[in-house]
């Protein structure tokens, strides 16, 4: 047992910080719901960060610390399924961004515009689509993520993937990973927020009624992340189950806290918190939502042939 | 990063594992209903910690020269991790081991490294925490029991209450005020540490009848009880420092979550057993237990590691300590929703989690002030008091 950062990690993570840091948006860009960072996307694509887990050495833990570590950015990029679901399927280097939809692969996914491939889950099997950018039909809506659809899979290259489990244990792990991330960055802007912004005479923050949502929130934010990251270190069924259960049931009073502690500011494009809770409630519904993932760690952890 | 054991780990965990199979007596279950500060379970305890420091089992994470071990960080934790998991067969003799010992360790003369140490270490010592008084809980500064120095030392009056095993104890680490008129500061440099043999004349102990369990919570009454000078631990005035040293080991030595983990894992068997796990509501909140036990774990775990690599103490352990509420809790809401028999004269072991889990908010200073120490430390909000 060793929470420490590897040398290695510690150097990855680190470029990574400086790849975030210098495209960072300039402050005096027009706010978006989903502003996709092609800048970043770019720097990820050439420095090989997202192949971390096909790399001698090194694994899903890797990629998982690199997707964290991204989620906590406001820049808006597709990196978890590309670090964590790509290389388990057998997916080709390069061969992304990835989206992920289920039962109907006709079904608005996260990042299907710019997506290189979409993977479907069709409960018996994979459903492996190249997906051509001119065919995806962009869906508005309120989530930080952009999300499109296909009108048809006639003419386009589709393949069977049989490997349905690894999909899902991996989409299981990506999404807490990245729910982790999203939520230390929500954070991070609000406890600075309610230490700006005073009210009755004090900072907001030194309410106690603000401090202890808060703090209940600083506990969500450190059980999600160790929890993603013994998923993605175990690789098991049963720990990215958990991870993402444990994700999902937290994201909605998460999610509230820090808007209402956000006031009327939270509300607008301008203050960005959206850029973190609306890709929180997003993934919060995805592969079933809480109920589904809870079940599934269950089932997982307490085999029927344990009985 | 790595979030396995080690081999030496693993057999570490093993070997605990068939001692606690040999060394608990068939009806350990039944015997666990009555508390750990039961006439039974403290009994019990003497001669389980007996068996323990046989085997050089009791204080290995002690340093040699004080008849310890100098064992690894991780080596202890799993030690305290086997034992929750069984619902903590070293009863009241947990805390002497995580704390008192350490504490004395740290702060204690030679004289008291002699007197105290040994009944430790050889599992004969019954320690309770004279802290909480009836207007000082959480708020710890706010105790009056008064200790008036008297020639040779304190003459100690005043009341604790809601302190465990002092039925049984035989000393208290008592936490009292040297009054004004006699030179004590009012706030916390004015509280001296004393370690009050519990047969002294004018300690009276009552047992408050308690949901959680028979002999666990009591009032203490001190009148005018003579305590030398040589059982004052530390200065005067160094007793916050004590304090805050001694409860540091204390809050991150305890592995509550496993013995929720492990309930769980029973309760689900039991549920199987009855054809009750098939429900997908029943899977679905048994996953919402298991994770919150999880987490408390990897929190733990966070803590632990910290320890183990010598890391400066940060404020995770306000936030570790939050998650075991919380998984104690849930664990305890999903026993009693979907076993409720257990509470009926069915399961000895649920009923026992029950009353510890009960009180895991409230035992060793309320979780809100956690929050507080979250929002303070961890978060580094503004305090309460900040005005612009």
Not at chain 1, 232 to 246: G, M, N, R
Not at chain 2, 76 to 94: D, H, K, T
Not at chain 2, 269 to 279: I, T
Request: glycine share 8%.
């Amino acid at each position: 047992m060793n929470y420490g950062l590897t040398e290695d990690q510690q150097a990855v993570l680190s470029e990574l910080e400086r790849l975030i840091a210098g495209t960072a948006p300039d402050g005096h860009t027009e706010p978006e719901f989903a502003p996709y960072c092609e800048a970043l996307d770019q720097e990820l694509a050439q420095s090989g960060f997202l192949d971390i887990a096909r790399e001698d050495g090194f694994g899903p833990l890797d990629a998982a610390l690199v997707v964290e570590c991204l989620a906590r950015a406001p820049q808006i990029v597709e990196a978890a399924a590309s670090a964590l679901v790509g290389p388990a399927l057998g997916l080709p280097v390069g061969l992304r961004p990835v989206a992920l939809v289920e039962h109907d692969p006709l079904k608005p996914a996260r990042f299907l515009p710019r997506a290189g491939v979409l993977l479907a889950d069709l409960g018996d099997r994979v459903l492996q689509v190249t997906v051509d950018p001119d065919r995806v039909v962009p869906v508005d809506s309120l989530f930080a993520y952009p999300y499109g659809r296909l009108e048809t899979l006639d003419g386009l290259e589709t393949k069977d993937v049989a490997d349905v489990a690894t999909l899902r244990r991996r989409w299981r792990t990506a999404l807490a990973a990245e729910a982790a991330g999203c939520m230390a960055g929500a954070l991070a802007l609000v406890v600075e927020h309610v230490k700006d912004r005073r009210a009755f005479g004090r900072p907001l923050g030194a309410f106690q009624a603000i401090q202890h949502r808060l703090a209940m929130a600083a506990e969500t934010v450190e059980s999600c992340k160790w929890l993603a990251f013994r998923a993605a270190w175990s690789d098991s069924e049963a720990d990215a189950a958990l991870a993402a259960a444990f994700a999902q049931k937290r994201i909605p009073q998460f999610a509230f806290d820090l808007h209402q502690f956000s006031g009327a500011m939270g509300l607008t494009l301008e203050f960005s918190l959206h850029l973190w809770t609306y890709r929180l409630r997003a993934l919060s519904g995805e592969l079933g939502g809480a109920a589904a993932q809870a079940r599934q760690a269950a089932l997982a952890t307490w085999p029927e042939a344990a009985a | 990063m790595e979030f396995g054991w080690t081999a030496v780990e693993q057999m570490h965990r093993e070997r605990i594992r068939e001692l606690l199979d040999d060394l608990l007596p068939p009806d350990w279950e039944q015997m666990s209903l009555h508390g750990p500060g039961s006439d039974e379970q403290t009994a019990f305890s003497k001669d389980f910690c007996a068996e323990l420091a046989s085997r050089n089992l009791l204080v290995p994470n002690w340093p040699r020269a004080h008849g310890g071990e100098d064992a690894e960080v991780w080596q202890q934790f799993i030690l305290g991790e086997e034992m929750w998991a069984v619902g903590e067969p070293r009863g009241p003799q947990y805390m002497n081991i995580n704390w008192v010992g350490p504490a004395l360790m740290k702060y204690g003369t030679p004289e008291q490294l002699e007197k105290y140490l040994p009944p430790i270490r050889e599992g004969q010592a019954v320690w309770c925490q004279g802290f909480s008084e009836p207007s000082a809980g959480s708020d710890l500064a706010a105790l009056r029991t008064q200790a008036v120095p008297v020639d040779g030392g304190y003459r100690v009056s005043g009341s604790k209450i809601w302190t465990s095993y002092a039925g049984h104890a035989d000393t208290c680490f008592l936490l009292a005020r040297v009054p004004a008129s006699h030179g004590g500061a009012q706030d916390k440099s004015g509280i001296v540490i004393l370690l009050a043999d519990m047969k002294s004349e004018g300690i009276q102990v009552k047992s408050i009848p308690a949901l959680i369990g028979e002999g666990d919570i009591h009032e203490v009454f001190f009148d005018e009880v003579f305590v030398p000078e040589a059982d004052r631990l530390g200065e005067e005035g160094q007793a916050w420092e004590i304090i805050m040293y001694a409860l540091q080991h204390e809050r991150v030595g305890v592995a509550r979550y496993e013995f929720s983990r492990r309930i769980l894992d029973r309760a689900v068997g039991k549920l199987k057993e009855s054809g009750r796990w098939d429900d997908p509501s029943v899977q679905e909140k048994a996953g919402q237990a298991l994770m919150l036990c999880e987490a408390a774990r990897m929190l733990v775990y966070r803590i632990v590691d910290g320890k183990a690599r010598d890391l400066p103490p940060d404020a995770y352990a306000n936030v570790a300590r939050w998650a075991i509420v919380l998984a104690d809790n849930g664990v305890n809401d999903f026993l009693t929703e979907n076993l409720p028999e257990g509470l009926l004269g069915e399961d000895p072991v649920q009923q026992a989690h029950h009353q510890r889990a009960i009180a895991a908010g409230v035992a060793s200073g309320a979780a809100e002030i956690q929050l507080n120490l979250i929002a303070r430390r961890w978060l580094e909000l503004p305090s309460e008091r900040t005005r612009t």
